[in-house]
């Protein structure tokens, strides 16, 4: 009975300290115009941020006591108050003044170039001092999103007021989510709350957070302080203003060459900090705007943080017109410095400071001294000796990692019962209540997802009635994918098929079972369980005009570093194997052009295929084939046009070292090892997978094949080596370059047939399929073809600005130009030689090219080409 007692007091107790809690309320205005939505709110006892609302109000609890308030707003200067708490809330109404901005004359005499430039180089050199100070900070950051649909195509209206989107409905979405930061690279968040209209359970709505203008890049853009930015900006220093005690510089950011993944607009940097004050940038990419405005705080007075950020986004992609908005708080900041790092110092930019640079320079000449021991000596240091104190500090680190290669490492997770907070939670976090705007959203969304959990609901019990769904007669034309228990699926494919002069028009079948098991006991090197994965697909073909059914089985299994990949049946096959052409730019230039340019050759095989992922650089991989190979023909030559049956060619490739293609019926055993290596590759871990940093190391190749005769009958004798090698080099504003190149040879070429020669990723339709990087344009397929020696060599330049897109108004619309050279050398091949301009990005989707070829540097024709746009195409480097 006293426990009870007890414990009815300490409730009573608990419940009257919250019914008293106070804290700061009120609305913040400009001097010049009304009400301010979005003033920061800061206070640095709690280390809390918050803003105010579109109407400029605002609300804190906070427990009694006394606290020092910052109001900041962009453009006004700071108000610092110190407020006395109790149980009430203290009223607080501020009209912010505009910043006055004073020109330095002194300064800008000093040196012929503007001053903007040396606050830059002093800014940029701090950087990485920056990245590197902090041993850690944990904070908790508060988002609001919204957004709505401006306009869309007519064609969609109806499907989409279906789902209850119109353009009138504003999208809101919350979160909350705990952050932590560990030098050098990791990063952890946690979401401990979301609350958001719709069903969209599965964005992570905080990673932004991870980046850092203090990086040479933030979500692929170049940051004003990186070490390239004079490349990309130009900087003009508009003037000072005081903040509290620090003398703020005002920067004019403009970029050199506007378009995608470079800022426009305003930096604020802290004198002698040399840190970030505040920043207000706008950046585009593939067509979408975003205007980003941050505002940092001395935290602890040991480093400058974003306390308060707003982003707006808007844009149109394929007529649909939409804008958002977010708005993000920090609070409870906690920060550690790297006591290896607490240290003071002075930057000297020799560029303007000569005398004081020489002197330094001739004072500390030591070149294998930490920075510790550096400043000690002396805090003045130049920007140069800065950067290579600060390289050699971090290279000393790296030989301390575990992981040297890892650039950075980021887990996120969401907590359980993140979805499931009140509205107690929700208006004792919120910064700011929601706008009546907000709470219609809202309400809308509630009432939508009420009436699709009922309309769910009805089909439910409907089903459960009729029971499980299960197979339909129609899947056999659609396909459909069927859960087999918890670890396992059946799937049927929908049918595809296409054209060709062998078969006529063919129909390809394929169901495949899928099977996956995980040991949660046993973790794999990235410390996840181990798990592995079996696939079992019948693949059936049915040739129309050879009234003919061939088919194969695949069975795959992957499992820790390893697959292992069986295959065996009756197939036609193109001659080279990596098949450059198609089947349906096939169906297309042989019904409507005449032009059947895919060559076949019936093939009755055992296949069996194994890689090995040694480490995340070296992979070992190994191809034993055997094969019965006939020779095929011919047996329909039907097209839209009666004209262009007279164009169709023979079933046999046209080859210079090989008068005659066309072989007798014939069988081969041919096996093949071989090694891929990326020496310097660099890694991003999420959530313990890695994923390559693309660029980061060349691809080298190593591959020996070998035709054996007399093993299971095999006919063929011959031997291959071949090297390889592709990388993409960033040259800085001007582009990216992508160069790939094969050598090889054939040799003890006893005996081999045309399929065993080295083919080359030639073209002759009006479309790319192939990588663009590796392939050729106007090449025949098979013209030259060899089992000699070889080289062949693509590079591939991406402008930032060349032609066209020297027009601002073009470039900001996605658009790219390429221009391309691809070389062959082969004993037939006369230096075949390709030059090529592309214009990229076309409707964010396509490409056009145009080529001409030489052979020994004279003209031998030309053709344009269509392709998918390179922006959107896979990694060439994969």
């Known amino acids: 009975m006293r426990l009870m007692r007890l414990g009815l007091m300490m409730f009573l107790f608990a419940t009257t300290q919250a019914l008293q809690a106070g804290g700061i309320r009120g609305i913040i205005k400009g001097d010049d115009v009304g009400p301010l939505a979005y003033a920061s709110i800061f206070v640095k ?68 170039e503007d001053p903007a430039y040396t606050i830059m180089r002093k800014a940029i050199a701090k950087a990485k001092f920056h990245t590197q100070q902090i041993d850690a900070y944990s904070a908790k950051v508060y988002i609001k999103g919204k957004g709505q649909l401006i306009d869309y195509p007519w064609l969609a209206k109806k499907a989409l007021e279906k789902e209850g989107i119109t353009k009138d409905r504003v999208f809101i979405s919350e979160s909350v989510s705990e952050i932590k930061y560990t030098r050098p690279n990791k990063f952890e968040e946690k979401v401990i709350a979301v609350y958001t209209n719709g069903d969209n359970k599965n964005t992570s709505p905080n990673s932004y957070i991870f980046g850092s203008f203090y990086q040479p890049e933030i979500a692929e853009t170049v940051s004003p302080l990186s070490p390239k930015s004079f490349s990309y900006y130009r900087f003009e220093y508009l003037g000072s203003f005081k903040d509290r005690n620090y003398e703020i510089s005002k920067i004019k950011v403009t970029p050199r060459s506007r378009g995608d993944n470079v800022f426009d607009g305003l930096i604020y940097i802290v004198e002698d900090w040399w840190s970030i004050h505040s920043l207000d940038l706008v950046a585009s990419k593939m067509g979408i705007n975003f205007h980003i405005k941050q505002l940092y705080n001395p935290i602890e007075e040991k480093a400058w943080l974003p306390v308060s950020q707003q982003f707006k986004v808007d844009g149109s992609v394929f007529g649909f017109k939409f804008e958002g908005q977010y708005l993000a708080t920090m609070r409870d900041y906690k920060i550690t410095l790297n006591p290896e790092l607490e240290v003071e110092m002075t930057v000297i930019d020799e560029k303007i400071q000569k005398e004081e640079a020489k002197k330094i320079e001739q004072q500390f000449s030591k070149k294998d001294q930490q920075i510790q021991e550096r400043l000690k000596e002396g805090k003045e240091v130049t920007r140069k000796e800065l950067n290579q104190l600060i390289r050699e500090y971090e290279k000393q680190e790296a030989k301390e990692q575990k992981e040297p290669d890892v650039i950075s490492e980021t887990k996120y997770s969401v907590d359980s019962l993140a979805y499931k907070k009140d509205s107690t939670f929700w208006a004792d976090i919120r910064p700011t209540p929601l706008t009546k705007e907000e709470q219609r959203g809202y309400e809308v969304n509630d009432s939508l997802t009420e009436v699709k959990r009922k309309r769910d609901e009805g089909d439910t019990l409907r089903n459960s009635k009729k029971g499980k769904r299960g197979f339909q007669p129609w899947d056999l034309l659609t396909g459909d994918n069927y859960g087999i228990g918890k670890t396992a699926d059946f799937r049927i494919h929908a049918p595809y098929g296409g054209y060709n002069s062998v078969e006529g028009f063919n129909l390809i079948y394929r169901v495949s079972l899928y099977k996956r098991w995980v040991k949660r006991d046993s973790l794999d090197k990235d410390k996840r369980p181990q798990t592995s994965r079996l696939e079992i697909s019948p693949i059936a073909r049915y040739a129309f005009s050879r009234e003919k059914f061939s088919g194969k089985l695949r069975v795959d299994y992957r499992f820790k570093d390893r697959r292992l990949t069986v295959e065996g049946g009756q197939y ?115 959530n313990g997978h890695k994923s390559r940093v693309e660029g980061s190391s060349p691809l080298f190749t190593l591959n020996y094949r070998k035709g054996f005769t007399g093993v299971a009958a095999s006919e063929v004798s011959f031997d291959h080596i071949e090297v390889g090698f592709k990388h993409r080099l960033d040259v800085g504003i001007s582009g990216e370059l992508d160069i790939a190149w094969q050598a090889g040879m054939l040799f003890n070429t006893n005996n081999l047939y045309f399929m065993d020669y080295k083919h080359f990723l030639g073209n002759r339709t009006p479309f790319v399929t192939t990588d663009p990087v590796g392939s050729y344009r106007l090449l025949d397929y098979y013209l030259h073809s060899t089992n000699n020696e070889y080289f062949s060599a693509n590079v591939h330049y991406h402008f930032r600005k060349f032609l066209v897109t020297r027009i601002p108004l073009v470039r900001v619309t996605g658009i790219t130009e390429n221009i391309f050279v691809n070389y062959l050398a082969t004993p037939t091949s006369k230096n075949y030689t390709e030059l090529g301009y592309g214009i990229d990005g076309i409707l964010r989707v396509f490409r056009l090219e145009g080529a001409v070829a030489f052979q020994d540097w004279e003209y031998l024709n030309y053709g344009f080409r269509i392709g998918i746009s390179t922006i959107i195409t896979a990694d060439f480097n994969d």
Not at 48 to 54: K, R
Not at 62 to 80: H, I, K, N
Not at 578 to 596: A, C, K, Q, R
């Open 572 to 686: 036609v096959e193109q001659f080279n194997s990596d098949e450059p052409i198609h089947h349906l730019v096939n169906t297309f230039t042989s019904l409507f052009l005449g032009d059947n340019l895919m060559k076949l050759y019936d093939r009755e095989f055992v296949d069996l295929n194994y890689t090995h992922r040694l480490n995340e650089k070296y992979t070992f991989r190994t191809n034993w084939s055997w094969a019965s190979r006939t020779e095929l023909f011919n047996t329909s030559n039907y097209t839209f046009f009666q004209s262009n049956k007279e164009d169709y060619t023979p079933n046999k490739p046209v080859s210079i070292e090989l008068s005659d293609t066309g072989f007798n019926p014939n069988r081969a055993f041919v096996g093949l090892v071989g090694f891929t290596a990326r020496p310097w590759q660099k890694y991003r871990i999420r």
């Open 45 to 112: 006892q709690t280390g809390t941020g918050s803003a105010t609302d579109q109407d400029g109000r605002y609300e804190i609890q906070l427990a009694p006591g006394r606290y020092d308030v910052l109001f900041q707003y962009l453009g006004y200067e700071t108000v610092s108050r110190v407020v006395d708490v109790g149980s009430d809330f203290v009223k607080i109404d501020l009209t912010l003044k505009t910043q006055v901005v004073v020109l330095q004359n002194v300064i800008i005499k000093a040196g012929k």
